[in-house]
């Protein structure tokens, strides 16, 4: 096995989708890679194909070109081996909460009285406390959100690929998510790619940033952001975090008058 500090790489994608109505380009030859224990984010316009990257790159949809590599070694199309978290949440609606949040350690084969033991102090600190035998219908969206994001730190693997997770979150319950992940991040060195459209979030947690073009979706920018850490909220409000938010934005803005101009 080729041994790299490149954790995750997706390399070259090119994906164009086949419909009726005609073809959709909708990636074309889009390179990202997150190092071992790096916090990556991508953001771009809706509709550039953030959610199709992301899903090429858990395997589950594969590329018309291009490859992901994962240690080095080439994976495209296979499932399974990193932790996704969809931005549709995706919960079972015939099992509770908490056993919606052991599923994926159950089909690990994990029992269910020890996947539920362990699942269950984390349900507290989510905020869903005292719904753990709730089924998914009687939550709102950010408990869904809240519950399906546990359930991909559960599954375990050492790269978590989030689609928009704290998308529904009111601002308080997103920074404690923040906070949260962070500490996940921090203590199971976990390698993180983030999709968001949240500038500040993408500044907030990411040690790089990827701007993407609207469709078909290409990297147009990517950003180091140096900011020290630990990192605390008031940090929005500094000088060093609003030069790279003025930076990003304005990468983002140019981005959308290239398409548009094209
Ligand atoms: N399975 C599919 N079949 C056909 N078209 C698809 C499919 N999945 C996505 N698309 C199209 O590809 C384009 C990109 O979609 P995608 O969901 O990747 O964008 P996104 O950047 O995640 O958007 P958002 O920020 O709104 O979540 C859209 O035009 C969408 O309609
Ligand atoms: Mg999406």
Redesign the pocket.
Known sequence: MAMTSMLLQAQGIT?T???KAGE?P??RNVSVHARQGEFVSII????????????IVAGL?TPDEGRVLLHGNVVTGQAGLVGYMP?KDLLVPWRTVLDNVILSQEIAGVSRRAARAKAMPLIEGFGLGGFASAYPHTLSGGMRQRAAFLRTVLFEKEVLLL??PFGALDALTRSTMHEWLLGVWNKLSKTVVL?T?DVDEAILLSDRVYV?TP?P?QVKAEFAITLPRPRLYDLVLTQDFLKHKAALLSALRDSVALAGAS
């Open positions: 994906k989708f086949v419909e959709l909708t990636l771009g316009p809706s509709g550039c194909g953030k959610s199709t990257l992301l899903s949809v931005q689609d928009e999709v459209h993407m469709l979706g």
